[in-house]
């Protein structure tokens, strides 16, 4: 079965601060990933999403994140966070072929002080 | 506009009672399915269709059916409503024919749903 780990359950930063969350998975084959950002009071927007190709994805907002197959993992990057950033950031699996299953990893508060 | 349409929004129940979650789609996309979202646990999945006629359970989906008769709705019944039923419900839906890689998930806005 499929699984998400999400390593931080609330990060801290300044405005301006660099980002970067953490993001492993667990399946045996062909995955997609996808990182989804939910600000307060709303539902899910994705932010960006890893298919084929080229591993390192650009998503909205200046995101963009890292698909290392070795390490199993798929990191959200931005260089330099906003006030605005302030939300909960979600990773999530589908194991490739006919698994249309999309797995969540339990979420990141982020919160940008300005 | 096309996307997931969730309804109702906002819902109190008692305990012991029943009502079902409406979850619409209009992008002829054959999987659907519904999460529950809680604090510190992510979203979960209970049920999922991949298409009319056909359901399967997902991670949590004690308490909760669903039946899928036409591609475009998906309702989640709660039978007898509980507390721990108290969640914030998602229906999402993605195509599964021919898939272009640039084609995700979509999700609805929500039902905020408290069992009293």
Sequence with gaps: AQSVSQHNH????????????????????TVNLFWYVQYPGQHLQLLLKYFSG?????????????????????????????WSDTAEYFCAVRGGGSNYKLTFGK???????? | ????????????????????????????????SWYRQDPGMGLRLIHYSVGAGITDQGEVPNGYN??????????????????????????????????????????GSGTRLTVV
């Design chain 1, 54 to 82: 080229d591993p390192l994805v650009k998503g909205i907002k200046g995101f963009e994140a890292e698909f290392i197959k070795s390490k199993f993992s798929f990191n959200l990057r931005k260089p330099s966070v906003q």
């Design chain 2, 66 to 107: 669903v039946s899928r008769s036409t591609t475009e709705d998906f309702p989640l019944r709660l039978l007898s409503a509980a507390p721990s039923q108290t969640s914030v419900y998602f229906c999402a839906s993605t195509r599964t024919r021919d898939p272009p890689p640039s084609y995700g998930y979509t999700f």
């Design chain 1, 107 to 114: 979420g990141t508060l982020l919160t940008v002080n300005p």
């Design chain 1, 10 to 29: 609330h990060v801290i930063l300044s405005e301006a601060a660099s980002l970067e969350l953490g993001c492993n998975y667990s399946y045996g084959g």
């Design chain 2, 1 to 32: 506009n096309a996307g997931v349409t969730q309804t109702p929004k906002f819902q109190v129940l008692k305990t012991g009672q029943s009502m079902t979650l409406q979850c619409a789609q209009d992008m002829n996309h054959e999987y659907m």
